[in-house]
């Protein structure tokens, strides 16, 4: 998918890792490790990652789990330094796009409770809070916003 001024959303390859693992060093206190990404594209069949690139370069990337008829985000960054512009927005777009072809009807995702601006995105995309999972983030403890959106309408 092309987006505008030379941002392409495509599948993650696995010439992107080196990349991704920026995005991930600078975007979560516990990144992922690269072997993680392996075994997500490689044997996860449930598995579908995206990536934003821009001139070349992986900025940012998303990733779900397709289960029946639903989505679950497993994960989503945006570089740091390109965060601001709408790219997390059109990226999740996508995502959810990839989600309902792949024929999910709801997709959900967990997100901190302090992460208002990531919030304040879910929302605009129909997203709803519906429920908390305590202690969640293992680097610090805090609580996880549950979230659902109902793809059929979208």
Known sequence: MKTEKSVVIRRMEMRDLDDIEVVEKHSFAIPWSRDSFINEMQTNVFARYLVVESEGRVI?????????????ITNIAIHPDF????????L???LMFVAFESGAAH???????SN?????LYEKLTFKAE????????DNGEDAIIMWANLSGQ
């Open 92 to 94: 999740m777009r996508a």
């Open 60 to 72: 940012g990337y998303g990733g779900m789990w397709l289960v029946v008829d639903e989505a679950h």
């Open 131 to 138: 429920g908390i999972r305590p202690g969640y983030y293992t």
């Open 107 to 113: 997709m959900t995702l967990e997100v901190r409770r």
């Open 83 to 90: 965060r601001g512009h709408g790219l997390g927005e059109k």
């Open 116 to 120: 208002t601006p990531a919030q304040r």
